[in-house]
């Protein structure tokens, strides 16, 4: 009896020895070769939080040294029209006080050029207080309504051989008056043709004439 315990408590031992060894000679983990070429260091960016080449939006190469200045006149040579003169502040306060400024029509003056196209420049001249305008090229609307403001607008007129007349129209007065503007024409040459003002109430109209010679090629 205890011939066979031993035996069986060897034949035990045996098997449990060899389970051993099998679960031992299973890799429970690979390591990692890494070579020398292999470098897994990353380099600092200086684009904090993106490793995409993404160009600031204030780098100073994107930004144009030259800005462009708006031009007045695209289609022609015509110059900023207005850039040397300034709004007259006694016409704000006199516009205020409503003191004896005519109210009715207006006749701005005249002149002749043999130039084609003449550029009219004009802007609210007292206080920017919504004075609104109709504009007439020979008696062809060309702006239904216009809001002056303390910029310059510039209409563009194409002329024929003869009188050219040009008429703006109240159609409101500001809360601070009268419909109040400043004008000046200038031609292709850089040259200013003529300036004046307008005092208008509502339905009123300032009016001006341009005669366009004929070409010298032309002349009989």
Do not use: C
């Amino acid at each position: 009896m205890k011939t066979t315990l031993r035996l069986f408590g060897l034949i035990l031992l045996i098997v449990s020895s060899q389970h051993t060894w099998a679960q031992g000679d299973i890799p429970l983990t690979r390591p990692i070769e890494i070579g020398t070429n292999n470098n897994l260091d990353f380099k600092s960016s200086n684009n904090s939080g993106s490793l995409l080449k993404i160009p600031s939006v204030i780098d100073k190469n994107l930004i144009s040294k030259e800005e462009k200045k708006p031009s007045m006149m695209p289609n022609t040579n015509l110059k900023q029209a207005g850039f040397d003169l300034k709004i007259d502040t006694n016409i704000a306060l006199s516009e205020r006080n409503n003191s004896q400024l005519p109210a009715g029509d207006m006749y701005l003056g005249d002149f002749k050029t043999r130039d084609s196209i003449v550029g009219v420049a004009f802007r609210d001249h007292g206080e920017i207080d919504g004075d609104r305008i109709m504009i007439l090229v020979n008696d062809e609307i060309v702006s239904y309504n216009t809001l002056l403001s303390g910029s310059y607008k510039t209409l563009q007129i194409k002329l024929k051989e003869g009188f050219n007349s040009i008429e703006f129209r109240a159609l409101n007065q500001g809360y601070a008056g009268l419909n109040t503007a400043q004008l000046v024409a200038l031609n292709k040459e850089n040259e200013i043709l003529m300036g004046n003002n307008w005092f208008l109430s509502t339905g009123s109209k300032a009016n001006m004439m341009i005669y366009k010679e004929k070409t010298p090629d032309r002349l009989e």
